[in-house]
């Protein structure tokens, strides 16, 4: 096991930042920004909206925040995205909390190294589980933007620009893979030289041997004979 303790540790160290980050991409307003389309270089008021407030920053004010204040006038799309980041949140705390149980170091779980190789297994799927729910709401928003802001139905000054927390959240996304494919890693690593160190079945050579008993009896019969 201990040949297979970097994967286990990079794992968990990937896994953690990506926790981070997705609370982060959860959080931030920086999901769609005004886009500033033109020849007008003086800009007087840049405009955020996330998943729970939207910000406005003007020319020498400082950054104005405001939550919604309706939750059932929200737009389908903007509700959907916050349920999938908040349940990515949480699987994302829970795969942290069952690879940290799973560590070697780690006592209050059990002390056998198949049950943790099993517990950093089901860490790595979940982590892998939160990169898909993060990833969908990141790339559904970022569709809507990239699609209304080459419609030339809408309005100039309410097309929207990709905003940085959609670029932490594929960032976010891309960690929790690959935390996730090194959790499993470790576990199919763990479970393939268990594998690999188990004796014989007694029965085979028990067979064996009565067989062989059998064939010197018939000899010494034949013998006597």
């Given at each position: 096991m201990m040949a297979f303790y970097p994967l286990q540790i990079a794992g968990l160290v990937l896994g953690f930042l990506g926790v981070v980050g997705t609370l982060a991409t959860t959080l931030l307003p920086q999901w769609r920004v005004s886009a500033f389309i033109g020849s007008n270089i003086i800009v007087f008021e840049r405009l955020w909206e996330g998943l729970w407030m939207n910000c406005i920053r003007q020319a020498k004010v400082r950054?104005?925040?405001?939550?919604?204040?309706s939750l059932l006038a929200l737009p389908p799309v903007l509700e959907a995205a916050?349920?999938?980041?908040?349940?990515?949140?949480?699987?994302?705390?829970?795969?942290?909390?069952?690879?940290?149980s799973g560590m070697k170091h780690i006592q209050c779980t059990t002390s056998s190294e198949r049950v943790k190789a099993y517990l950093l297994g089901t860490s790595g799927v979940l982590f892998i589980l939160t990169g898909l729910f993060v990833l969908i709401p990141v790339c559904w928003t970022a569709h809507?933007?990239?699609?209304?802001?080459?419609?030339?139905?809408?309005?100039?000054?309410?097309?929207r620009e990709l905003?940085?927390?959609?670029?932490?959240?594929?960032?976010?996304?891309?960690?929790?893979?690959?935390?996730?494919?090194?959790?499993?890693?470790?576990?199919?690593?763990?479970?393939?030289?268990?594998?690999?160190?188990?004796?014989?079945?007694?029965?085979?050579?028990?067979h064996t041997d009565k067989r062989r008993n059998v064939n010197v009896r018939s000899k010494t019969s034949t013998s006597y004979v």
């Open positions: 950054l104005q925040c405001k939550f919604y204040n916050r349920a999938l980041m908040c349940v990515a949140v949480v699987l994302s705390v829970i795969a942290l909390l069952i690879g940290i809507i933007i990239i699609r209304d802001f080459y419609d030339p139905a809408i309005h100039i000054g309410q097309k905003g940085a927390a959609l670029f932490l959240g594929w960032a976010s996304t891309a960690v929790l893979f690959i935390a996730g494919g090194l959790l499993c890693g470790f576990c199919c690593c763990n479970r393939t030289k268990k594998w690999n160190r188990y004796p014989a079945p007694a029965y085979c050579t028990r």
